[in-house]
């Protein structure tokens, strides 16, 4: 009998083991994964604004006329450097890792590994990783750090990563939303889906009561996570009137949720679920 | 007159700005960062318990014949890629930043940056990357990973080599924690390093209070950081006594610093007492 395979993990109930992939997606566990990355951004977010804007590592003329770099800036030049060789190491099997730069990436030297597969192949392959790239660099990086130069480029495109790597977790989860929303329900879905109406589409993965609350606790992440920590509770890192300063303005860590994350998401329910039917 | 010279950030008085290197260390800034790292650190550690431990990560027949990674394992692969193309970029142009593995670098196709240059020059290269190292994958990762695998392994090796790399700005900060107080008081430490008296310069620096004190706040910031965050305040993140868990077990942090992290920082200041006066 199934229920007599042993478990692993005992406290979880045997439909949600990984014995069959189809199996492992519960709305549940989505939206724990979806919390859990917010810690993950709101700490990369603090990491990064250890440093100033440093600008010089955005400019695409700073490494000169130098072989290997193509004419690209210092944090290009990062990304697309580690995503090469995290290809060749085989992060991009895991279907849940989307890199930036897809075009360049070597066959992965390593064993094969089983993940779970549990997106549908026609649709896995949604990416907005361009409109990430331009939304971070163009709108977010300027919001939460302080406009000059203390020479720490390499750091701070090491720091530019980590951000970008969690944001795009994050939205490109959103294929994972889709899925398990389609499966709970595919009569909701498929006229739309078979009309391509775009914007249906958009009404039925809204819920504006919830993604207020979700804006709510990211900015209460920014708190607790960029407060300064004092054994004695006393915080004597505040502004001329005695406000509470934090590392990251918890109102940008609000706004990048609602206005880029959640939208971006959404996106890529959408785009995911008009490909679920092909 | 030098008090007239426009100062970028009024509110620092003017004997801290970059325009002599000399007066940029303090003992009071030197405290302010090595604080901040404590969150960096907590940071990095609750990151890589996103993921089990993944020993195939560190097993250096995973990547088997395949050429170019000269029978490494996969995290040790990672970091050297990582160093060799962050030094082409000029990550260690900056003294406060040490690498793991020197031998391999590139010589840097940056302009140069006008570093604060501090550290006295006969001392500056001390270095524990390797203890740094081996304590890092041989005692600590097993204490805060569990013992299984997801296939995450270039995620986990990712997040191994923050945690490093901020483990190792600490440690390595202590050439400036030494530098300062040797100037803050050079009769102090100067008999004992012409006798080379490691024992006495060891008891110099050590002060039991303040050790325990970062002890408690670091553990403290484990708890800070690694709680669930929920707008109800209502943890329900809590083992079967209905007590809370945490990401990472405060008591593992605490243990990091007392049996590690401010040891290692100790033999960083002696060793580099030691070439003090070379």
């Known amino acids: ?17 990984f014995d069959d992939p189809l199996k492992t997606l519960s709305l549940e566990s989505v939206r724990d994964n979806l919390v859990r990355i917010e810690d993950s ?8 604004s250890r440093f100033p804007l440093n600008s010089q590592a ?3 003329s700073y490494l000169g006329n130098h072989k290997g770099h193509g004419g690209r800036s210092i944090a290009e030049f990062f990304v697309r450097e580690t995503e090469v060789f995290e290809a060749k190491l085989g992060r991009y099997q895991n279907p849940e890792e989307v890199p930036f730069f897809a ?14 597969q549990v997106l ?35 750091s701070a495109a090491a720091a530019d990563l980590v951000c970008l790597q969690a944001l795009s977790r994050r939205i490109h989860y959103g ?15 498929t ?7 775009r914007d249906t589409l958009m009404k039925l993965l809204t819920f504006e009561t919830v993604e207020e609350m979700v804006k709510r606790r990211v900015e209460k992440k920014a708190k607790v ?31 990048l949720y609602s206005k880029w994350v959640m939208p971006l998401t959404k996106v890529v329910e959408v785009e995911y679920l008009l490909r679920r039917l092909d």
Chains 1, 2 share one sequence.
């Open 1 to 17: 009998m199934a229920s007599q395979i042993p478990n692993k993990n005992s406290s979880r109930p045997l439909s949600e083991t």
């Open 41 to 48: 951004i709101v700490f990369a977010l603090i990491e990064r």
């Open 58 to 60: 955005y400019d695409t």
């Open 103 to 116: 075009d360049d990436l070597a066959f992965p030297i390593v064993p094969p590994y089983n993940y779970p």
């Open 120 to 154: 549908y192949p026609a649709a896995a392959s949604v990416n907005v990783s361009k409109d990430i790239w331009d939304m971070y660099f163009k709108d977010l990086l300027p919001l939460f750090t302080s406009e000059s130069d203390d020479g720490n480029y390499v």
């Open 175 to 189: 294929r994972y939303v889709a899925e398990v929303k389609f499966r709970d329900a595919p009569q909701d879905y």
């Open 191 to 197: 006229p739309a889906i078979r009309a391509k109406d």
């Open 225 to 255: 996570f960029g407060q300064d920590v004092t054994l004695d509770d006393k915080n004597n890192n505040t502004d001329p009137e005695g406000e509470p300063k934090y590392k990251v303005n918890p109102s940008v860590v609000a706004h």
